[in-house]
């Protein structure tokens, strides 16, 4: 793990180093999620929460290939109509 440092100025604003945002892909900024665990803080960009997610869907359906027509029609089967 790679320790930076940034700073948080009395607005709130978060300054990265040059050197993070290119290696995460912000050289001209972008949206991150900004997540609190206790007093730890995590930016994560939001390509790679996307990843994630995606990751765990795999996980968890394995080979299924579920569409939005499927899943409206589970949720129409459950409300019995």
Avoid: C, H, W
Wanted: net charge negative; no cysteine.
């Amino acid at each position: 793990m790679n320790v930076y440092r940034g700073r948080v100025t009395e607005s709130g604003r978060l300054s990265l180093p040059a050197d993070v945002r290119r290696l995460v892909g912000l050289e001209n900024g972008g949206d991150v999620v900004i997540e609190l665990d206790g007093q730890t803080i995590r930016v994560r960009t939001v390509d790679e929460v996307v990843a994630d997610a995606q990751a765990l869907m795999r996980e968890l359906l394995g080979d299924r290939k579920l569409t939005v027509d499927d899943f409206l029609a589970d949720r129409l089967a459950e409300t019995g109509e």
